[in-house]
């Protein structure tokens, strides 16, 4: 049997009594090391990049917008990011995952599933609350990376027209992306897709 160091984990900021039961469930895991927990948010991408943790827990609430994701996946590329939500829709897991997260699960998940989590995530596999549906990585309702620019673009209140100069692409090319950004996140339109944000 192989002996493979324990697995270095980074704890964001979370709300107190969660912030000790996560931090409780990692250190009592043989197979887990605590490398820094209760990072602030506007720490993290600093933390990330100097502890480089195989596994990073954030939490949701304190995300600005799930764009966030995608600058803390390019800020350590080796590092997968487990995001805990209160209530995670399937929109916003399948959101979080195209911008970088592993995992997307309910802060209100069992313990044993939370550990089950981190260590799927550590070997990049994807995780999602039960109710998330399917395995995202298969079917058409992962974003692409162009759709997911689009869909960053697109919540930050920019037009179809300034989306096309950004991205330097037509309008048309625009307008079929955001359909597609919709119906792989199962809103109706723009107005629905800035409401759910």
Do not use: W
């Amino acid at each position: 049997m192989l002996n493979r160091p324990p697995l270095p984990v980074l704890l964001a900021r979370f709300e107190d009594i969660l912030a000790r039961g996560l931090r409780a469930l990692i250190e009592e895991d043989d197979n887990l090391t605590l490398v820094a927990a209760d990072v602030p948010h506007e720490r993290l991408a600093e933390e990330l990049r100097r502890r480089a943790p195989a596994v990073a827990i954030l939490n949701f609430g304190s995300l600005s917008s799930a764009a966030e994701v995608r600058e803390l996946a390019e800020a350590a590329p080796r590092t997968r990011l487990l995001v805990l939500a209160s209530r995670p829709t399937p929109p916003e897991c399948r959101q979080l995952l195209a911008f970088g997260a592993t995992g997307c699960l309910s802060k209100s998940t069992e313990a044993r599933d939370v550990l089950h989590a981190i260590h799927l995530a550590s070997r990049g596999l994807r995780v999602l609350p039960p109710e998330g549906g399917a395995d995202p990585s298969t079917g058409p309702d992962v974003l692409t990376a162009r759709e997911a620019d689009v869909l960053e673009l697109l919540q930050s209140g920019r037009s179809n027209a300034e989306i096309a100069q950004s991205l330097q692409v037509s309008v048309e090319t625009v307008r079929t992306h955001a359909r597609r950004v919709y119906r792989k996140l199962g809103v109706s339109g723009r107005r629905e897709l800035v409401a759910n944000r």
